[in-house]
């Protein structure tokens, strides 16, 4: 199998029946890609596959042949966080932290295709991940925030 990960090429012979998930904690120790319920449900996985956002759980890794898989680790910048991720920490957008790899890599997906999106637009794609902690609030918020500091 072949991929580009984060922006790096990577080969690697797998056994067809694992998972995204499990090949990028487990093989390339890329560990903000969170796993909570591995059905799919609550979006600690969700990386963006192509562009897109995809649950890594629910993804063979050998499904992603050829793709280019991005996970929280290929948005946070070398030198410290993305305006994102800054929104989230100035918005108090996370609080046991479980959620947010997910949620930032979804934010990031509408932001790219939405730069000014509603509040009500903001919800509606991050409806899609859940939080136990904060009640969305906040992490809406952040999202808002970072809408405006890219505008």
Do not use: K
Request: charged share 20%; glycine share 8%; proline share 4%.
């Amino acid at each position: 199998m072949r991929l580009t990960v984060n922006g790096v090429v990577v080969e690697r012979e797998i056994e067809p029946r694992r998972s995204l998930s499990d090949f990028l904690r487990e093989d390339l120790a890329l560990t903000g890609t969170h796993v909570g319920c591995e059905h799919g449900v609550c979006g600690a996985c969700t990386v963006l596959l192509d562009g897109w956002s995809a649950r890594a759980c629910l993804l063979l890794a050998v499904q992603c042949d050829g793709a280019a898989v991005t996970t929280i680790e290929g948005l946070t910048p070398a030198e410290g966080l993305s305006p994102l991720q800054e929104a989230f920490r100035a918005c108090h957008g996370l609080q046991c932290g479980f959620c947010t790899p997910g949620m930032i890599v979804l934010a990031h997906e509408l932001l790219a295709r939405n730069p000014a999106p509603s509040a009500d637009e903001i919800r509606e794609a991050l409806a899609a991940n859940l939080c136990m902690c904060t009640g969305y609030v906040a992490i809406v918020r952040a999202v808002a925030r970072a809408a405006v500091a890219r505008a």
